[in-house]
């Protein structure tokens, strides 16, 4: 009897159990019981053991993330299970089954299995690559290479460049070298030829333009070594379909990826502290969305678009994000340089009032960008900021404003211009007049507190310039290269600069800025105020012929009388201590140095005297540290054989 009750009884429990399922199945979602986990996809896993070499094949290994599915996986290479042995490339998918409540997925992307040659010597990539037959991008030869010094590079360049019909992918896992060189691709043949590179953890920095103009590299693995990746880096490597910057990674350079034109994807790891706040990925014209990896403290996206972690800065809008309009969030107030570089699907941008300045080039060649809302709070706008937008194209043809500051000029500026600012101009943009070889003239307000970098660079037919007392702040080579200045002017009233005899100080003159490149005088006497002479400061004075440096001047800037073709002899007072680079290129006619003193040969700049011939030399030739003061001379035309003796 008390069996059959028990039998009774588990009979009744399955029958409240249908019963429950039945009620669970009518309440609809309302209540559910448990709770399904997302299907798995290949961010879930691990994956491993991707590049390997011939002879030595096993299988590439797929682990679960910690509180990811664990369901068994099934590795797919080339859409067979059977491990390739051979040189190659194979696609590797692979499928997850279910397991505790996780979906099944099928055909998850693990990457490439890359099984390479092992080539153990210079000379044997040679041999190895004559005797191979040519090939494609599509079907390149995988190669595992050490390199062990910088001077591999330029041996390895010389192999490659003899096989350029053969395509490779280099995989330099085990090298010992610690950085990638300088352009160390760049303009070679073998640049050409390049559809991969693993870059190993021993290397810690990737310098500036390395594998510039590269076009067939498709694919970049950069090792968790890698610290700084420089400027100009992948530059132009218009084949680059993906990049993912690991975590090691604290610098990008400038432009590191500039025009990788098939980039559809890129993550930022979680270590980049720089990127000069400058968009990496200008004109990445297929960059639909920029990833950071969480924990980054510096930068972080949303929408896809970089910011600075705060968001007050805009770094970079991917330019090949779609959609028509953006409205930029009122966190940001500064959008940095090249933020917006070709993005040529916006038509229309909103500015918000927290925005104080845009950086150059920001909207660069947004060719469909029609409308721009500036608020009155941006004060700072970069060169070139606007160039090529519709709505600059859609400007009138004179000098365009905005917000009080001469942006620019649009159109073409007819001969012999010269331009009166408007009353309230408040400042000058970067670049805004650069190359205008037409402008004669410029009368600039009492209102303009600032005149941006280049401002003025290249304008050729520019005669004089007189800075009003406003002005307190000018920038870097804004009057470069105007090579019919004969005077500059500056207000008496000014409390930042000062001018003598129509020559450019600063207030206390104790730096000369500029010497005008027209001015008609062909001896000049430095004033013993002076203590430096700046960069560019004499640029291009065909006129002088003879200039005596003061004993209070210190220090002579890079290229400060380049190109005084005019220039017969100079007298360099006793305490200089600093001759940079370029100082004197150029000054053709010069045939007479004279060192009153003394200069350490660490000041005294290899190419200051750049292609003038054995002048250096000859001053440290009793003195390798000190030289020796004295009147050079020799004989003009001066140039790189020219013989100087000293009196």
Not at 426 to 441: C, R, V, W, Y
Not at 464 to 484: D, H, K, L, R, W
């Amino acid at each position: 009897m008390k069996k059959k009750q028990k039998r009774t009884f588990a009979v009744f429990l399955a029958m409240v159990g249908i019963i429950a399922i039945a009620l669970i199945g009518c309440g609809g979602n309302d209540n559910p019981t448990t709770t399904q986990n997302p299907t798995p996809t290949a961010a879930d896993f691990d994956i491993g053991n991707l590049s390997q070499t011939v002879g030595s094949v096993t299988a590439v290994t797929v682990k679960a993330k910690q509180g990811k599915s664990t369901g068994a996986i099934t590795i797919y290479y080339t859409g067979a299970t059977t491990l390739p042995t051979g040189n190659g490339g194979y696609a590797i998918t692979f499928d997850v089954a279910a397991a505790s409540g996780w979906n099944e997925a099928k055909g998850l992307s693990a990457g490439t299995l890359r099984i390479n040659d092992a080539i153990n010597s210079l000379d044997e990539l040679a041999a190895y690559l004559s005797g191979k037959a040519a090939n494609t991008a599509t079907t390149p030869y995988y190669i595992a290479l050490k390199i062990t010094n910088a001077n591999d590079f330029v041996a390895l360049l010389t192999k490659l460049n003899s096989a350029t019909d053969k395509y490779v992918y280099l995989d330099l896992s085990g090298s010992t070298v610690t950085s990638i060189p300088v352009y160390a691709f760049y303009s070679s043949p073998a640049c050409a030829t390049l559809v991969g590179i693993t870059i190993p953890d021993t290397i810690t920095t990737i310098e500036s333009g390395a594998f510039r103009g590269c076009t067939s590299l498709t694919s970049a693995t950069i090792g968790s070594g890698v610290t700084t990746i420089g400027s100009n880096a992948f530059r132009g490597c218009t084949s680059l379909a993906s990049v993912t910057i690991p975590d090691s990674v604290i610098s990008i350079g400038i432009a590191a990826f500039y025009g990788c034109t098939s980039l559809a994807s890129a993550t930022i790891g979680s270590g980049v502290t720089s990127t000069g706040d400058i968009n990496p990925f200008p004109e990445c014209t297929s960059l639909a969305v920029i990833t950071v990896v969480a924990g980054n403290i510096a930068y972080t996206t949303e929408n896809g678009v970089l910011y600075t972690k705060e968001k007050t800065t805009l770094v970079a809008y991917p330019a090949g994000k779609t959609g028509a309009s953006f409205t930029i969030p009122n966190t940001v107030t500064s959008i940095g340089s090249a933020a917006f570089y070709v993005c040529t699907s916006l038509t229309s941008v909103t500015i918000p009032n927290s925005v104080t300045s845009i950086g150059s080039s920001a909207f660069y060649n947004c060719t469909s960008l029609t409308s721009v809302t500036i608020p009155n709070s941006v004060t700072n706008i970069g060169s070139g900021a606007f160039y090529g937008t519709a709505w600059l194209n859609n400007q009138q043809n004179d000098v365009v404003y905005i917000n009080k500051i001469a942006y620019g000029y649009n159109g073409a500026m007819p001969e012999n211009t010269s331009i009166t600012l408007a009353n309230d101009t408040i400042g000058i943009a970067d670049s805004a007049f650069s190359n205008q070889t037409n402008l004669t003239g410029i009368t600039m307000p009492n209102s303009v507190t600032s005149i941006g970098t280049q401002a003025f660079y290249g304008c050729t037919g520019l005669a004089s310039v007189t800075i009003p007392n406003s002005v307190t702040s000018i920038g870097e080579v804004a009057f470069y290269q105007c090579i019919s200045l004969t005077a500059i002017n500056v207000d008496a009233g000014n409390s930042a600069y000062s001018s003598q005899d129509g020559v450019w100080y600063n207030k206390e003159k104790t730096t000369l800025i500029q010497y005008p490149a027209k001015k008609a005088d062909t001896t000049f006497t430095i004033p013993n105020s002076v203590t430096s002479i700046g960069d560019s400061a004499l640029f291009s004075c065909t006129n002088l012929a003879s200039v005596t440096i003061p004993n209070s001047v210190t220090s002579i800037g890079r290229s400060a009388f380049f190109g005084c073709t005019g220039l017969t002899s100079i007298i360099i007072g006793n305490r200089v201590t600093s001759i940079e680079y370029f100082a004197f290129y150029q000054c053709t006619s010069l045939a007479s140095v004279k060192f009153e003193g003394t200069i350490a040969s660490a000041g005294f700049d290899s190419g200051a005297f750049y292609n003038l011939g054995d002048l250096r030399a000859k001053f440290y030739a009793t003195d390798t540290s000190n030289g020796t003061p004295g009147t050079y001379t020799t004989t003009a035309p001066v140039g790189s054989t020219s013989v100087w003796t000293k009196e």
